[in-house]
């Protein structure tokens, strides 16, 4: 007997946003929301309220967290090396990387974002 879930598909103008899965953050999980918020999601999201509401959407808020502090730390490594970059397109590539990808423009982005990754995990960054 096979697990998978019945998928069908559906045309884009009758999708609909996900369900809320959590009432709200801890306050702790807020607060580092606001700093993620304050550094790229405001690339991603046009308010702090629909950037913590993605947040609330997903099945473990804490570990999407985690993954937005490492592509946040990225984010602002390579600013500093690429200062009058467009902020978006910089971004972008690096949630790409987040995902498995492999960035096309940047491709540092893949050492930046081992780097950090490991520096987070062995608690070397800086909140």
């Not at 790409?96 to 081992?114: D, N, Q």
Request: proline share 6%; charged share 25%.
């Amino acid at each position: 007997m096979s697990n998978r879930r019945n998928v069908q598909s559906i045309p884009i103008s009758q999708a609909r946003p996900g369900k809320t899965r959590h009432g709200s953050l801890s306050a702790q999980q807020e607060d580092l929301a606001r700093q993620l918020y304050d550094i790229c999601g405001y690339l991603v999201q046009p308010t702090f309220e629909q950037w913590e509401r993605a947040f609330l959407k997903d099945g473990k808020p804490a570990r999407d967290l985690l993954l937005w502090y490492i592509i946040s730390e990225t984010f602002v490594r390579l600013c500093r090396k690429y200062p009058n970059e467009a902020h978006r397109n910089l971004l972008g590539e690096i949630v790409l990387r987040s995902s498995g990808g492999m960035p096309t423009k940047y491709p540092e982005i893949v050492e930046v974002y081992a780097t950090v990754s490991r520096e987070i995990v062995d608690g070397e960054c800086d909140e």
